[in-house]
């Protein structure tokens, strides 16, 4: 069923339809069914005058027992119903091991739907991805009002409103214009502070949560908000910048126990994503996230994470490896991608520039809690809250809209490039290989805790 908007909406009830889905590795049989769950969600205001929301219905099936590296022919629906769609395909990772990866991982954050985003899924479709990795803000939909116009700074045009409206359609017509990509190709999610969404209730990330899946269970995770993942010899963690990151909380232990168990010999290369950068040297969210990163860079550098991607700012900016603001060849790159459509324009002014220093109190972001970014106190920018320069950590940074491919060539070289979506399918913006090195860098050894236990 559709979604409704309005004044007066019946919720459907997602028992009158099944979650099948028939697949195979031959288009002709598809041999294999899997069923899973339905759900529905709602957008209710508790006063007069905007347009509720109630969505279709939307399923979740999840198949088990997939080979790697195999081209999986599907169609989901209601058999009982006579309601299947058209037949699709999709081709599952590589096993894990120091010798295998996918070709290419095309990274994206803050796409959005605008004449911006279309360009960008245009492109890195033709660049042939197989798996794709969105780094939040995903439709904007809390930029536009129930009535489906759009409201860049709603704060500011609605000071007062006990609620912030969404439009809540905005998700349909994303996922529709989505459906051509993601239906062959994997897609994995992490959230950005556009998918917080408070409503009533104080809930939140309620489209979010309902539309996406999650491998939290397969990854030991007690949360949807944060995961991990194998992509061939890659261990992929995807981190919740939005929900509590803190010592000793649900998710630092839950990061202590997966880094503990990633076993570097079968994926050499360990990657974290999360929304908002902590090294980015743009004016905009300029060191927003620097509670997260007092709290969790320790951790993630030693156990000696390789890449580190984020979204947020609206731009382009690649890091040399960093660790607490000091170029350190056992640090992470960062890669900020976040400039993938959006509908709030590009990030352009530099902190570094003169005039665009913000001021330290006006840079906490009151979802990612706490005041942390004071005025450095060592290195070139000692005494200063900025640089008066571009800072020796970024390495390239640029206004352009466009989107990466990270390619791993083998478990100690990966090419990572950056294309702009003014510029055509072949010609890169930025491009560079990513060189591990174990020798000088020591990977720490995975605990075998679980398994000498009863000696
Ligand atoms: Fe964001």
Not at 216 to 228: I, R
Request: hydrophobic share 30%.
């Amino acid at each position: 069923g559709e979604y409704q908007i309005g004044y007066n909406i019946k919720p459907l009830d997602p028992k009158t339809v099944s979650s099948v889905v028939l697949y195979g590795t031959s288009k002709f049989e598809l041999v294999n069914v899997a069923k899973g769950q339905s759900l529905i969600y709602n957008q209710l205001y508790p006063f007069e005058g905007l347009q509720n929301y109630t969505s279709g219905i939307i399923h979740h099936v999840r198949l088990t027992g997939l080979e790697p590296s195999t081209l999986y022919y599907y169609r989901c629906g209601d058999p009982s119903l006579h309601a299947m769609s058209d037949i699709y395909y999709f081709r599952t990772m590589p096993i894990s091991g120091p010798q295998s990866y996918p070709g290419r991982i095309a990274i994206v954050g803050d796409l959005g739907l605008t004449y911006n985003t279309t360009t960008t899924i245009s492109h890195m479709t033709s660049n042939e991805p197989d798996l794709v990795l969105l780094l939040g803000d995903v439709t904007y939909a809390n930029l536009y009002l129930t009535n489906g116009t759009g409201s860049n700074c709603y704060s500011c045009s609605f000071p007062q409103t006990p609620i912030h409206e969404t439009y809540q359609p905005r998700w349909d017509y994303w996922g529709r214009f989505m459906q051509n990509l993601v239906s062959r190709v994997p897609i994995m999610v992490v959230e950005g502070n556009h998918e917080i969404e408070k409503q009533a209730g104080d809930k939140t990330f309620v489209a979010y949560s309902s539309r996406f899946a999650f491998p939290s269970e397969e990854s030991g995770s007690p949360s949807t908000f944060y995961y991990s993942f194998n992509a061939g010899g890659i261990h992929f963690i995807m981190l919740g910048a939005y929900i509590n990151y803190e010592k000793p909380g649900e998710q630092y232990k839950w990061l202590e126990r997966d880094l503990a168990n990633v076993d570097r010999s079968v994926t050499p290369w360990l990657v974290a994503t999360w929304h908002p950068p902590w090294y980015s040297s743009y004016k905009a969210h300029y060191r927003e996230a620097e509670c997260m990163r007092v709290e969790v860079e320790d951790l993630l550098y030693s156990y000696g994470v390789d890449i580190v991607f984020n979204g947020h700012v609206h731009a382009y900016e690649r890091s040399n490896r960093v660790y607490n603001y000091k170029l350190d060849p056992c640090g992470p790159v960062y890669i900020t991608i976040g400039d993938g459509g959006n509908r709030e324009k590009m990030s352009i002014p530099f902190a570094d520039e003169p005039g665009h220093c913000p001021d330290p109190s006006t840079t906490p972001d009151p979802y990612m809690g706490g005041f942390c970014a004071t005025n450095f106190t060592f290195g070139p920018a000692a005494g200063k809250f900025c640089w008066d320069r571009q800072p020796d950590y970024s390495a390239f940074r640029e206004s352009s809209f466009g989107y990466g491919i990270f390619e791993v060539k083998n478990e100690t070289w990966a090419l990572w490039t950056w294309y702009r979506n003014q510029d055509s399918y072949k010609k890169v913006g930025d491009q560079i290989y990513i060189v591990r090195q174990p020798d000088i860098c020591p990977v720490r050894q995975r605990m075998y805790s679980d398994c000498v236990a009863s000696f």
